[in-house]
């Protein structure tokens, strides 16, 4: 069997057909991603998008952080996943965490490629893994997947006093926040008035891009309100992803 060379820059196919050698384990682009593969997707300078790109930067491989744009990879049919990839928060070619304006920018998939220094760390956790402190906390994880939104009353406790902003006229309106459909996940089952569902990490980050509500209430917010506790992994995952 010929052994499988890790190119600097590879596709998902490749990583994974590579990953699969080094392991003995099947991967898909869902596993990659589960086990914390970075993705990245080029992106050529365009006027639209121009706060993306430093001055002289005229190409520019853009990491895919946010959880949502990640599960959205794995989103498609089949097992090949998605068919495009879609960026709404991103680090700009500076390194700078950055929201991209609604309904966020969507290129072809050909795109997105892994790095080579990415996987060759990942292969080294997955061989010599480390003990995890997180193991102290025995409380259950719900995944995000799992997870649906909490409703009207439950995002106004939850977020009560983080900021200078009219939340409840918001939640009331009935409509998206933060463009298109926004924080909002869908009408919970008992309808009424007052029947959507909210993302509660889309709308902390909302209230932080959008009506510049403090970083530092809203991570004290998901470190002692008890209605997120469930989404605090969620939460903290997106921190560290944009390096906040």
Request: with cysteine.
């Amino acid at each position: 069997m010929t052994s499988l060379s890790l190119p600097y820059r590879t596709t998902a196919i490749e990583a994974c057909a590579w990953l699969a050698q080094e392991t003995g384990t099947p991967w898909t682009l869902a596993r990659l991603l589960e086990q914390g593969g970075l993705p990245y997707v080029w992106l050529d300078y365009s006027e639209a998008w121009a706060e993306l790109f430093h001055d002289g930067v005229t190409r520019y491989a853009a990491p895919i952080v946010f959880i949502e744009d990640k599960q959205h990879l794995v989103s498609g049919a089949d097992a090949s996943g998605a068919d495009d990839v879609w960026l709404r928060f991103t680090r700009d070619s500076g390194n700078i965490a950055i929201e991209l304006k609604a309904p966020g920018l969507r290129v072809p998939l050909d795109g997105l490629h892994f790095q080579e220094r990415d996987l060759l760390r990942l292969l080294k956790q997955l061989q010599h893994p480390q003990p995890d402190e997180a193991q102290a906390d025995k409380a259950p994880v719900v995944l995000p997947s799992a997870l649906k939104g909490l409703g009207r009353e439950q995002i106004l406790l939850a977020f009560a006093g983080v900021g200078k902003v009219d939340l409840e006229q918001g939640l009331a309106s009935g409509v998206g926040i933060f463009g298109d459909d926004g924080a909002r996940v869908r009408k919970n089952s008992r309808g009424g008035k007052n029947s959507h569902l909210w993302h509660p990490v889309t709308l902390a980050f909302g209230l932080h891009d959008v009506h510049r509500v403090p970083m530092a209430h809203l991570k004290k917010a998901f470190a002692t309100q008890p209605l997120l506790r469930e989404w605090k992994a969620d939460w903290l995952e997106s921190l560290r992803l944009l390096g906040e």
